[in-house]
T-cell receptor, first 108, second 115 residues
């Protein structure tokens, strides 16, 4: 079976740093994606990790530890427009299995 | 580059009625996916096509849902008959390759309400 866990909600202040964690237990692993989804919109790609370590892309970074079944998405210098749902998704076989998403609220 | 197109954007039907959704992927993308996203949850894969062949339809409720991609380009997803629990956003996505490591591009979705 597939089990992907993320916190349901998080709140952070504009300009701050926030870390969104994702733990997974899946039958097979071929990589992990993070997607951003604004309310009423489609998910958009943020990052992809297949090897252990940190991938940095501008204000966003993503980390993966395959042995621990763990990933996090790090958002720096938070902006109001970063308020959205962040979806962790694990590639297992041919399928992309999504977690329920973490709703992030950025406050002034 | 044009993105993934879906229509309609919104649909309201009564239970036991039928409904169809259409998706046109990004040009040249071999793989097409249909997802169901219930409010407050992540997308759930319903079916994955590689060109016009089905790769994975293990989570498609085949007694009421069907999908086709006859010419390996655009696709339709049908629900017949609809149930109240089918109320959700139906997302279509496409990727260049097999999707295991390729980024998926999502369309705007069709929001279905079954009353």
């Amino acid at each position: 079976g597939q089990n992907i866990d993320q916190p349901t909600e998080m709140t952070a202040t504009e300009g701050a740093i926030v870390q969104i964690n994702c733990t997974y237990q899946t039958s097979g692993f071929n990589g992990l994606f993070w997607y951003q989804q604004h309310a009423g919109e489609a998910p958009t790609f943020l990052s992809y990790n297949v090897l252990d370590g940190l991938e940095e892309k501008g204000r966003f970074s993503s980390f993966l530890s395959r042995s621990k079944g763990y990933s996090y998405l790090l958002l720096k210098e938070l902006q109001m427009k970063d308020s959205a749902s962040y979806l962790c998704a694990v590639v297992s076989g041919y399928a992309l299995n999504f977690g329920k998403g973490t709703s992030l609220l950025v406050t002034p | 580059e044009a993105g993934v197109a879906q229509s309609p954007r919104y649909k309201i039907i009564e239970k036991r009625q039928s409904v169809a959704f259409w998706c046109n992927p990004i040009s040249g993308h071999a793989t097409l996916y249909w997802y169901q996203q219930i409010l407050g949850q992540g997308p759930k894969l319903l079916i994955q096509f590689q060109n016009n062949g089905v790769v994975d339809d293990s989570q498609l409720p085949k007694d009421r849902f069907s999908a086709e991609r006859l010419k390996g380009v655009d696709s339709t997803l049908k629900i017949q008959p609809a149930k109240l629990e089918d109320s959700a956003v139906y997302l279509c996505a496409s990727s260049l390759g097999g999707g295991q490591t390729g980024e998926q591009y999502f369309g705007p979705g069709t929001r279905l309400t079954v009353t």
